[in-house]
């Protein structure tokens, strides 16, 4: 500011001596042109600092880091600085990363509760396909057990008040068949689906997608679990022949989950081996 000052003096005294009478008015307008431009210089600054609000944390780490820090070798996980802020998460001391995100000016105060409607709903989102919702707003978690090819539990750290610490996931949209009911024989396929849930979630970090039921009557919580990745597991499950379209509710992605179904059974994946060609009879 004091460079800018003196500049202006200068440019006063050189116009003052260019062209006598006139010049006052100019300076002014002059002033008020080049105190806009740094305005607008040094706000794009601020700006280019906050970035996109997006972070890097690790699966054990207790800092957040830039996109390109070292510290992110082996495990890189995308969260909001939101996110990462509230679930204690330190600033990186080597990569420096931004302490809070654009437009907040303090960072959020860990006692006050999220809000429920700050969970990542996808009937609120309306993405078209699985594959366009951002991961990096939804809930993070870890699968520490796993029930059957639809259910599986997670741990989630400083969940938000509607959320318990260890919850039971029933993935939304897809209904694999039953390995674990009391009085029913394992069906069809069940021991295979349940396998490759275990197989591709347990022990991994995932991210939590809801819709508009939070949880069905057994208070199990309705998800969709996206891998790292970015892949929406719900979606796989039927695309990989593993699992049913359950299209008895209403869910965001209904439509793609039940063509989905339909590619599954056209190419005989999975439960639809022999299966179709049983339908038509
Ligand atoms: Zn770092």
Redesign the pocket.
Known sequence: MMLLNKSIIIIRRIGARKHLPNSRKGMRKLKRKTLYFTCIIISSLLFLGAEDGTV?VTNSGK????ED????SRSKIPVTLEDALYSGYE???????PARSAGSSAPPDPRKPVRSRELYRANQVNPAKTGDVQISQMLPAEVVGHIDGDTVRVRIRNPPPDINTVETIRMIGVDTPETVHPNRPVEHFGREAGDFTKERLLGKQVYLAFDWDLRDRYGRLLAYIYTGDGLCFNAALIHEGYGYAYSSYVFQFKDEFEALERLAMQAERGLWRGMDRRRDR
């Open positions: 890097y800092r957040y880091h830039r820090c070292r510290f992110l600033p990186c001391t080597a990569c420096n990363p």
